[in-house]
């Protein structure tokens, strides 16, 4: 059983910052991207941020240069740094991962999702 446990997403005032964290849980063999998406409501979910397995990060055009996402290997975990934030960044946030596991086909996974509000 595999499991992408999220932590990080709360309230914070407009131009203040946040932290994301997503871990994995259970037994893989490879972790081939990892990332956040997002869903404000009424709108579609949306790509924030991805790494790849090479350690390559592609950025949504609206956080770029605010938003930094960052992972530790050894820990299975991305962060996802958020600075500078405004009120459209309010959604849910999302992880997401596509990971490999001994013996399976791979399959992308979604966490349960973290509230972020940017009040104004």
């Not at 999220?6 to 964290?21: C, D, P």
């Not at 709108?43 to 960052?70: C, H, M, P, W």
């Not at 791979?106 to 509000?117: E, N, S």
Request: proline share 3%; charged share 15%.
């Amino acid at each position: 059983q595999v499991q992408l446990v999220e932590s990080g997403g709360g309230l914070v005032q407009a131009g203040g910052s946040l932290r994301l964290s997503c871990a994995v849980s259970g037994i893989i063999f490879r972790i081939n991207d990892m990332g956040w998406y997002r869903q404000a409501p009424g709108k579609q979910r949306e790509l924030v941020a991805v790494i790849t397995g090479g350690g390559t990060t592609n950025y949504a055009d609206s956080v770029k240069g605010r938003f930094t996402l960052s992972r530790d290997n050894a820990k299975n975990t991305v962060y996802l740094q958020m600075n500078s934030l405004k009120p459209d960044d309010t959604a849910v946030y999302y992880c997401n991962a596509h990971i490999s596991r001994p013996g399976l086909l791979p399959q992308r996974y979604w966490g349960q999702g973290t509230q972020v509000t940017v009040s104004s």
